[in-house]
């Protein structure tokens, strides 16, 4: 039987390094020497739908891990089916 770890999820900024470990990610301050961020945070715009794709994703999970039981997983994952069917039917290829 699987096993669910509860790991927090941290999204880094540009440039940032992170270290994955067992207790969860673990933000690393820039070496010695490294050059300055490309960007500061704040200044990074224009989000296209891969920033779109990747929050859906996200709260997909989240929606999906929170579910108490798996008829409440089941019913979510249908209705999503069900919303993209009807998406495609109307968007034919």
């Known amino acids: ?27 690393q301050d820039p070496p010695a020497g490294a050059p300055p961020p490309r960007l500061r945070p ?6 296209d739908w891969h920033n ?3 929050r859906l994703f996200l709260d997909l999970n989240e ?7 798996e ?5 979510l994952i249908r209705r999503l089916r069900a919303a993209l069917q009807a998406w495609q039917d109307d968007h034919p290829a």
Do not use: M
């Not at 929606?63 to 039981?69: K, P, S, V, Y």
């Open 1 to 27: 039987e699987g096993k669910t770890l509860s790991v927090p999820i941290l999204r880094p900024v540009l440039d940032q390094s992170v270290l994955l470990t067992p207790a969860g990610p673990q933000v």
């Open 42 to 47: 704040e200044a990074v715009a224009n989000l």
């Open 52 to 54: 779109d794709v990747s």
């Open 63 to 69: 929606a999906l891990t929170g579910a108490t039981d």
């Open 71 to 75: 008829k409440t997983r089941a019913v």
